[in-house]
């Protein structure tokens, strides 16, 4: 970034009021709005609003955040639709804030089932998933894209490739998923690094291909006998217990793991890995990242973008439990080259994933949406 566009910016502060709009109450999203809320909150003024309940602990405190309900899951959705006071309540508050840009920082069909009566305002959307993920709901995901695509005057994706899905290049920015390293700082008594250890982490879901990873560890643990797959993550484990050869090697934490416990596991790992059938991108990453550990991911989605392949990590053919077999061997056998791709993702995690740079990056966004609103 140049010293005009944070010239600019400066400027800024005291003009530009975004809106940051969340529709969840935890979890992967709301570490995802806390954490760039908070670097925009350095030079623009940012207000949240989300939910009623959503998980403060990772916002800093000047932010404001104002809690509504919403139709922010399925079994709400109807109630706070059919209730009018609902859906007018949430764009009183809108209005009544008087801001220069409305930032929903995803894609939701209540939110985009409103977005008509917003056309007066500028509207940046950040589309994280282009397509719907395999064995989750693609209807309403697919419908409220649409919405959003249709009514924001920009959007926001990770990646190349999600651009090219897209196919809104003419109002489409690129910016990276931010780093998590606030992870690295929630406890200090994190235990140290296990040999052998491979961390399998988030929600368990068909689109993650726990199945090749699992497959792979008991063909690492042939040549490897203190390899140790540790599966952390809420979701349906039941369709691979049948593939759990060897009990041994594999520890099961199937529970939502709150963000107190992040650490634990992700010190304990000597690698992490995301053997990604299809995906967009992931939070995964930047989190392995924050504590220097190298990934080994299969190469689907905008996930190439982020990892360095021999760099941070390996990527490798999705769906293959061999090849990613012998990836896990060439690292868990080679400590140097660990520690090596450590070095290298926490270096760019402190660089291009930044959430000083990334919010730099988002205002110059909000103000390309500004301009296209004023042209109309």
């Given at each position: 970034m140049?010293?005009?566009?944070?010239?600019?910016?400066?400027?800024?502060r005291?003009?530009?009021?975004?809106?940051?709009?969340?529709f969840?109450?935890?979890?992967?999203?709301?570490?995802?709005?806390?954490?760039?809320?908070?670097?925009?909150?350095?030079?623009?003024?940012?207000?949240?609003i989300?939910p009623?309940?959503?998980?403060?602990?990772?916002?800093?405190?000047?932010?404001?955040?104002?809690?509504?309900?919403?139709g922010?899951?399925?079994?709400?959705?109807?109630?706070?639709?059919?209730?009018?006071?609902?859906?007018?309540?949430?764009?009183?508050?809108?209005?009544?804030?008087?801001?220069?840009?409305?930032?929903?920082?995803?894609?939701?069909?209540w939110?985009?089932?409103?977005?008509?009566?917003?056309?007066?305002?500028?509207?940046?959307t950040?589309?994280?998933?282009?397509?719907?993920?395999?064995g989750?709901?693609?209807?309403?995901?697919?419908?409220a894209?649409?919405l959003?695509?249709?009514?924001?005057?920009?959007?926001?994706?990770h990646?190349?490739?999600?651009?090219e899905?897209?196919?809104?290049?003419?109002?489409?920015?690129?910016?990276?998923h931010?780093?998590?390293?606030?992870?690295?700082?929630?406890?200090?008594?994190?235990?140290?690094e296990?040999?052998?250890?491979?961390?399998?982490?988030?929600?368990?879901?068909p689109?993650?291909?726990?199945?090749?990873?699992?497959?792979a560890?008991h063909?690492?643990?042939?040549k490897?006998?203190?390899?140790?797959l540790?599966?952390?993550?809420?979701?349906?484990?039941?369709?691979?217990?049948?593939?759990?050869?060897?009990?041994?090697?594999?520890?099961?934490?199937?529970?939502?793991?709150?963000?107190?416990?992040?650490?634990?596991?992700?010190?304990?790992?000597?690698?992490?890995?995301?053997?990604?059938?299809?995906a967009?991108?992931?939070?995964?990453?930047?989190?392995?990242?924050?504590f220097?550990?190298?990934?080994?991911?299969?190469?689907?989605?905008?996930?190439?973008?982020?990892?360095?392949?021999?760099?941070?990590?390996?990527?490798?053919?999705?769906?293959?439990?061999?090849v990613?077999?012998?990836?896990?061997?060439?690292?868990?056998?080679?400590?140097?080259?660990?520690?090596?791709?450590?070095f290298?993702?926490?270096?760019?995690?402190?660089?291009?994933?930044?959430?000083?740079?990334?919010?730099g990056?988002?205002?110059?966004?909000?103000?390309k949406?500004?301009?296209?609103?004023?042209?109309?």
């Amino acid at each position: 970034m140049t010293k005009n566009h944070l010239k600019k910016i400066e400027e800024d502060r005291p003009t530009m009021k975004a809106i940051l709009i969340n529709f969840n109450t935890y979890g992967g999203q709301v570490h995802y709005i806390s954490q760039l809320a908070n670097a925009l909150s350095e030079i623009i003024d940012v207000t949240i609003i989300a939910p009623v309940g959503i998980d403060k602990s990772n916002f800093l405190k000047p932010i404001r955040i104002i809690e509504l309900k919403v139709g922010n899951v399925m079994n709400n959705f109807l109630v706070n639709t059919i209730i009018p006071w609902r859906p007018a309540i949430f764009l009183r508050a809108l209005f009544r804030e008087k801001p220069s840009v409305i930032h929903f920082t995803e894609p939701n069909l209540w939110s985009g089932i409103l977005l008509p009566f917003l056309h007066e305002l500028p509207v940046v959307t950040t589309v994280h998933d282009v397509h719907s993920h395999l064995g989750s709901r693609s209807l309403d995901h697919d419908f409220a894209q649409k919405l959003h695509v249709f009514f924001s005057d920009r959007l926001i994706v990770h990646g190349e490739k999600s651009r090219e899905e897209l196919k809104q290049n003419y109002k489409c920015d690129i910016i990276p998923h931010g780093d998590y390293s606030f992870f690295a700082r929630l406890r200090s008594d994190e235990p140290s690094e296990e040999e052998g250890a491979v961390l399998f982490f988030g929600r368990i879901e068909p689109y993650k291909g726990l199945k090749y990873l699992i497959e792979a560890t008991h063909i690492v643990s042939q040549k490897l006998p203190n390899v140790k797959l540790i599966i952390a993550g809420s979701g349906d484990i039941s369709r691979y217990e049948g593939l759990i050869v060897d009990k041994r090697v594999i520890e099961m934490h199937n529970r939502y793991i709150p963000d107190s416990e992040v650490p634990i596991f992700f010190r304990r790992a000597s690698i992490v890995v995301l053997p990604y059938i299809e995906a967009t991108q992931s939070g995964i990453i930047p989190i392995a990242y924050a504590f220097g550990k190298p990934v080994i991911a299969s190469r689907v989605g905008d996930i190439p973008d982020v990892i360095e392949s021999e760099k941070t990590g390996i990527l490798v053919e999705s769906g293959n439990s061999k090849v990613l077999a012998n990836a896990m061997i060439r690292l868990l056998t080679n400590e140097q080259l660990r520690n090596e791709m450590g070095f290298n993702a926490r270096r760019k995690m402190e660089t291009e994933l930044s959430w000083r740079i990334i919010a730099g990056r988002t205002v110059e966004v909000y103000r390309k949406a500004m301009n296209r609103k004023n042209k109309k």
